[in-house]
């Protein structure tokens, strides 16, 4: 960003400020200081949430606890923060535990089966005044 050679080729301090995307005033100070401006980053600000971040970690390891649950607990605690903050820790750690791999465990073919079952409304079987109908599912490991 070279604000000051742009400014000798004649551009006003407004068209500096569209170009640079900053207030007139600020492209104006830039112009006509003698150095460049320094940027220096600081030391992130503590968030009221840090220290509770460990207890979160180890409840989130434990069961997919919602953002809601998590801040009643931590309220218990003696938690003063507000939901957001809780909100936004609780999205972004869900995010990390969601890219750790899953190891697939892999059998032989004829050594492993799933099943599953469940109760579907259909015309066949006739129970408790309704017609249900009974159904199980139960794929070998092989057929993945």
Do not use: C
Not at 1 to 10: A, E, F, L, Y
Not at 33 to 49: A, F, N, R, V
Not at 60 to 87: N, Q
Not at 94 to 109: C, G, Q
């Amino acid at each position: 960003m070279d604000i000051r050679s742009d400014r000798q080729k004649g551009l006003s301090y407004v068209e500096l400020g569209r170009k640079y995307h900053m207030d007139p005033r600020t492209a104006k100070r830039y112009a006509e200081s003698p150095q460049k401006p320094e940027y220096t980053l600081s030391e992130p600000k503590p968030t009221k949430m840090d220290p509770y971040k460990q207890i979160v970690d180890e409840w989130l390891e434990e069961a997919p606890y919602s953002a809601l649950r998590i801040l009643e607990k931590l309220r218990e605690m003696g938690f003063d923060g507000g939901y957001s903050i809780v909100k936004a820790y609780v999205s972004s750690r869900k995010m990390d535990l969601n890219e750790k791999a899953t190891v697939r465990f892999e059998t032989m073919p004829g050594k492993q089966g799933q099943m599953d079952w469940g109760f579907f409304e259909d015309h066949l079987v006739y129970e408790d005044g309704k017609w249900k109908n009974r159904n199980i599912a139960a794929p070998l490991q092989f057929f993945r």
